[in-house]
């Protein structure tokens, strides 16, 4: 049976959700040390809850950028993403490659193919 993405959306509950599966434009994504590739990405977001113990459930939002996996290329094959690597869009928000728990990788495939992925990052600044 081919991989839904729906199906993942439905067992994830709230958690996961694509605003626009129809490309956004291109993202320029930076490794550590100044590599940067320019992709075609479309907008996720991923929501949570932290529980702040006798105070407050306080729900947060990630901005996730869906890409295709092989292209994470800077030239010495395709890689993974980073915590602390930077994307930005070209309307000059930039955003830090972030994961969301303990031991979790900042990405998560959404085909079994692994030939997309969800990248999970937080806005940092907006470029002038």
């Not at 993405?5 to 490309?23: L, W």
């Not at 992709?39 to 949570?48: C, D, F, H, N, V």
């Not at 092989?70 to 972030?98: D, M, T």
């Amino acid at each position: 049976m081919p991989y839904n993405i729906q199906d993942r959306i439905d067992t994830q509950g709230p958690r996961m959700t694509e605003i626009n599966p129809d490309p956004l434009g291109l993202v320029a994504v930076r490794d550590n040390i100044g590599n940067h590739v320019d992709l075609t990405a479309s907008l996720g977001r991923t929501e949570s809850q932290e529980m702040i113990p006798g105070v407050a459930i306080t729900n947060i939002r990630y901005q996730d950028f869906i890409i295709t996996a092989s292209g994470l290329e800077f030239g010495a094959g395709v890689v993974k993403p980073q915590i602390g690597w930077e994307i930005e869009r070209q309307n000059g928000e930039v955003y830090r490659v972030i994961s969301l728990g303990d031991n979790n990788p900042p990405y998560e495939y959404i085909t079994t193919t692994k030939k997309r992925m969800r990248i999970h990052s937080e806005l940092v600044r907006v470029s002038s």
